[in-house]
C-alpha cells in the first residue's frame, strides 16, 4: 500500500555521482528511496550518510540481471559515465545500458511506475549541429572505442520509446551533457576532477589533443532540478529532452581557469587526443526552457569553487590517514 504523498523511488547507480545527489534531494523531500548499485564505480561513501534512515534502501545488484521490487518511479542511472571506466569492460558497458534497460522497463510495466532514462549528450557522437537540438539524431562511429557507451544509450533510448509505443508505459528521457561537482570518484579520468586535482596537488595538468574542443558544464545542482522537475512534469511530455548547461569552453580555458582558482604551480602538459573525441558540444536548452521551466543557476566558476573546495577536503582528509 502507496501513501498518498511520499513516493517509493528507485535510483539504479544511486552511489554514484549523480545518483547520490538524486538520493540526497527525494530523501530531503519526504519519499522512500531505493537504491540499487553493483558499486562497479560508485562507492557506499556517497550514500553513507543515509544508510541509518528508516526511508532509504540499499541493495547491491547489478541491473543486468531482472529486479522484482514494488515501486511508483524509477530513476535508471546505472551506467560508467566516464570514458576510461566505460571503456575497462566496454562489453558490461552495452550490457548495462541495453539488458539493464529492459529489465528497468519490464520492471516498471509490471508495477505501472513511471521511469526516465539518464542518456546523455553523447547520442549526438562528434556534431556537425551546434549547438545541439534533441531533433538532430546525431554522427556516431559504431565501432569505436566510444561505441560501447554511445550505441549502449542510443538502443536504450530506443527501447525506452518502444515500450512507450507498445506498452503505453510512461517514460521521461533526459540527454545530460557534461555534468560536475561533489562526489565525482577523484580518479575517474573525466577533466574537471582530473584538473581539479591535479592542480590541487602541483602535478602536471593533461591536456589531450590541442585542448580547442569544446565542453558545456553543468553543475550537479542544476542538473538533479532539471532531473527531478522531468519527473514531475505531465506524462505527455517524454522528451527527450537536454538537460545541461550551455556555456560553453575550450578544454584549455578550463585548464587556466582551474590553475588560477586553485593558485597551483602546475604546468599544462599536452597528450594525445583520444580516438573519436567529439570537437565540439553544447546543448540547446530551449526544450528545457520552455517544458520545465528550467535553467541552470549555478556558473562555471561557483561550480568549480564549490568543487575545489569539495576535492580539498577529500584529499587533505587522505593525506592526513
Ligand atoms: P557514476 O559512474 O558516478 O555513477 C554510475 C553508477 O552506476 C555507479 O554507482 C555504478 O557503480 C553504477 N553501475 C554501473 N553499472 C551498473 C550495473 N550494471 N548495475 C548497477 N549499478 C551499476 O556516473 P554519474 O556521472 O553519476 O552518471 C550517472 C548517469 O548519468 C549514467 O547513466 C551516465 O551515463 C549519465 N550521464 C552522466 C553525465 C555526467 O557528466 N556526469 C553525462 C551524461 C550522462
Ligand atoms: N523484469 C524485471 N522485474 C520485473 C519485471 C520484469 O526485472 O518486475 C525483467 C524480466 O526479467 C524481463 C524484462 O524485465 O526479462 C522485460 O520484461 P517484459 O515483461 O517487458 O518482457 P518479457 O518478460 O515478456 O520478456
Ligand atoms: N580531457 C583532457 N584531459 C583530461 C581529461 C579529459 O584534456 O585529463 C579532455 C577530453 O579529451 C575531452 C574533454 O576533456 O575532450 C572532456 O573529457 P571527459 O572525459 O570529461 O568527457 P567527454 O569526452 O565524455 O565529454
Redesign the pocket.
Known amino acids: 500500500m502507496k501513501s498518498l504523498t511520499r513516493k517509493r523511488v528507485l535510483i539504479t547507480g544511486g552511489a554514484g555521482f549523480l545518483g547520490s545527489n538524486l538520493a540526497d534531494r527525494m530523501i530531503a523531500a519526504g519519499h522512500d528511496v531505493l537504491v540499487a548499485d553493483n558499486f562497479f564505480t560508485g562507492t557506499k561513501d556517497n550514500i553513507l550518510h543515509l544508510l541509518d534512515n528508516p526511508h532509504f534502501e540499499l541493495i547491491r545488484h547489478n541491473i543486468t540481471f531482472p529486479l522484482y521490487v514494488e515501486v511508483d518511479e524509477i530513476f535508471n542511472l546505472a551506467c560508467p559515465a ?2 576510461i571506466h566505460y571503456q575497462f569492460d566496454p562489453v558490461q558497458t552495452t550490457k548495462t545500458s541495453v539488458h539493464g534497460a529492459i529489465n528497468m522497463l519490464g520492471l516498471a510495466k509490471r508495477v505501472k511506475a513511471k521511469i526516465l532514462q539518464a542518456s546523455t549528450s ?1 547520442v549526438y557522437g562528434d556534431p556537425e549541429v551546434h549547438p545541439q537540438v534533441e531533433s538532430y539524431w546525431g554522427r556516431v562511429n559504431c565501432t569505436g572505442i566510444r561505441s560501447c557507451y554511445d550505441e549502449g544509450k542510443r538502443c536504450a533510448e530506443t527501447l525506452f520509446f518502444d515500450y512507450w509505443r507498445q506498452y503505453k508505459l510512461r517514460i521521461k528521457v533526459i540527454r545530460i551533457f ?1 555534468t560536475y561537482g561533489p562526489r565525482m570518484h577523484p580518479n575517474d ?4 576532477s ?2 581539479i586535482v591535479q592542480a590541487l596537488q602541483n602535478q602536471d595538468i ?4 590541442s ?1 580547442n ?1 569544446t ?1 558545456s558544464f553543468c553543475y550537479c545542482d542544476d542538473l538533479i532540478e532539471g532531473m527531478i522537475r522531468m519527473m514531475d512534469s505531465e506524462d505527455d511530455f517524454i522528451g527527450p529532452v537536454n538537460i545541461g548547461n550551455p556555456g560553453e569552453f575550450t ?1 584549455r580555458e578550463l585548464a587556466e581557469k582551474v590553475i588560477a582558482m586553485t593558485g597551483s604551480k602546475s604546468k599544462i602538459v599536452y597528450q594525445p ?2 580516438q573519436d ?2 570537437k565540439q ?1 553544447r546543448p540547446d536548452i530551449s526544450l528545457a526552457k520552455e517544458k520545465l521551466d528550467w535553467q541552470p543557476t549555478i556558473n562555471l566558476d561557483e561550480g568549480l569553487k564549490r568543487t575545489i573546495a569539495y576535492f580539498d577536503q577529500l584529499l587533505t582528509q587522505r593525506n592526513s590517514n
Open positions: 566516464s570514458p553523447e557534461n579520468g573525466r577533466v574537471v582530473n584538473f593533461t591536456l589531450y589533443g585542448g574542443q565542453r578544454i587526443l583520444p573525441d567529439p558540444r
